[in-house]
């Protein structure tokens, strides 16, 4: 575990879909450099009720508040933010992570697969960075406790850039994430806002079990990852951390890739 370190302290953070895999390391990240943390679910209670005691009861850690929402939903959204304002008394970080994957060849995918997808991955990272840029403006700066308005930090995906067969549902919302990130950037940058996004590879959580779970699997997954190791929850939580804090001040409309180099197509080492 890194030491701890306060400059987190006295900022509220809303990270969704926080009760496991990326989200819950993003939340104990922030956690325990001193932010208040949201701990954002949809199903699974009991895990995101753990991981808020657990930011809770642990020394130099902020508070936690478990909040059950379905970030696809305008109305949910809209009430969690309220539930947080009036629990923490602002919102000064939100990470719209919420996301997950229904893979089916073009040819076969449902209208429904698709729409799940997009609602959740981009419409509920859309209703979040919103509600998020109302408090930030209608609070005002808090020049004790950052130098930023707010920041927003989405998580996209290596499929931003990289095309995946089976998965155009789901690249399709993480390539959306660039243009909607980066417009949020353009016109709040000026009011002091950070809008930014991180891309993680291959990471070891329950979404890509099937790509890690048998040694054959992972031998499989680490040709594609140039520094041959999966990535860990953890690999994601200091980057988000970092990109929440005042070190990275001058960092805005940036999409950081923490992916072992997957994105340098190691496919191409041999060949082409
Ligand atoms: C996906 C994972 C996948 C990784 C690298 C992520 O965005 O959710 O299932 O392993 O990209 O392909």
New binding site residues.
């Given amino acids: 575990m890194q030491k701890p370190n306060k400059r987190l302290e006295g900022q509220t953070a809303i990270v969704t879909g926080a009760n496991s895999g990326i989200g819950a390391a993003i939340a104990l990240a922030l956690g325990r450099d001193g932010a208040n943390v949201v701990v954002n679910y949809v199903s699974h209670p009991e895990a995101a009720e753990e991981l808020a005691h657990q930011i809770d009861t642990e020394d130099l850690c902020g508070n936690a508040l478990a909040i059950q929402c379905d970030v696809s939903k305008e109305e949910q959204v809209v009430t969690m933010f309220r539930q947080a304002i009036d629990h923490f008394g602002t919102v000064d970080i939100c990470v719209p992570n919420a996301?997950l994957?229904r893979d089916a060849h073009l040819h076969e995918m449902t209208l429904a697969d698709w729409q799940m997808v997009l609602d959740v991955n981009l419409t509920g990272q859309f209703l979040c960075a919103r509600e998020a840029i109302r408090e930030f403006l209608h609070r005002g700066m808090r020049p004790k406790v950052s130098k930023s308005l707010g920041k927003i930090i989405h998580t996209s995906?290596?499929?931003q850039i990289i095309p995946?067969a089976g998965h155009a549902n789901?690249a399709a919302s993480?390539g959306a994430i660039v243009m909607l990130m980066e417009s949020i950037c353009q016109e709040y940058a000026p009011h002091k806002v950070r809008c930014n996004s991180i891309a993680?590879?291959?990471?070891k959580t329950p979404?890509?079990k099937a790509?890690w779970d048998t040694p054959a699997a992972l031998a499989e997954l680490n040709k594609?990852i140039p520094y041959k190791r999966i990535g860990v929850p953890e690999d994601i939580g200091s980057v988000a951390a970092w990109l929440a804090s005042d070190e990275s001040e001058y960092v805005n409309g940036t999409t950081i890739f923490v992916d072992g180099g997957?994105t340098c197509y190691p496919g191409f080492t041999e060949n082409g």
């Fill in positions: 996301g994957q995906s290596v499929h995946w789901y993480k993680p590879g291959a990471i979404i890509n790509a594609l997957m």
